[in-house]
Nanobody, 117 residues
Framework: QVQLVESGGGLVQPGGSLRLSCAAS????????MGWFRQAPGKPRELAAT???????VYADSVKGRFTVSRDNAKNTVYLQMNSLKPEDTAIYYC???????????WGQGTQVTVSS
């Protein structure tokens, strides 16, 4: 069983920055795609940013140019650097891991990000 533990959420003013971290309980280097999804109140969960094992990244249009996803395979950790935050970025952010070999998804417990003045 893969466990994902997120950290780094909180309250930030518009225009501010936050960095989310997600530590995995297994080695992520070879078969795991990693990334972040988010869910705002009353809305479905949506992709924010993901990274393949080779480092190829995918971003939602709404976060392009402001968010950066990165991974440290040696630490089994994925990060989400969020800059120029907007109130509409307010959501619970979930760490996601996908085992490409067994085609199985794993989710963290979520961390709240609130952008408000």
């Amino acid at each position: 069983q893969v466990q994902l533990v997120e950290s780094g959420g909180g309250l930030v003013q518009p225009g501010g920055s936050l960095r989310l971290s997600c530590a995995a309980s297994v080695s992520i280097s070879s078969v795991y795609r990693m990334g972040w999804f988010r869910q705002a109140p009353g809305k479905p969960r949506e992709l924010a940013a993901t990274s393949t094992t080779s480092g190829t990244t995918v971003y939602a249009d709404s976060v392009k140019g402001r968010f950066t996803v990165s991974r440290d395979n040696a630490k089994n950790t994925v990060y989400l650097q969020m800059n120029s935050l907007k109130p509409e970025d307010t959501a619970i952010y979930y760490c996601w891991a996908f085992n490409a070999l067994y085609k199985k998804d794993y989710w963290g417990q979520g961390t709240q990000v609130t952008v408000s003045s």
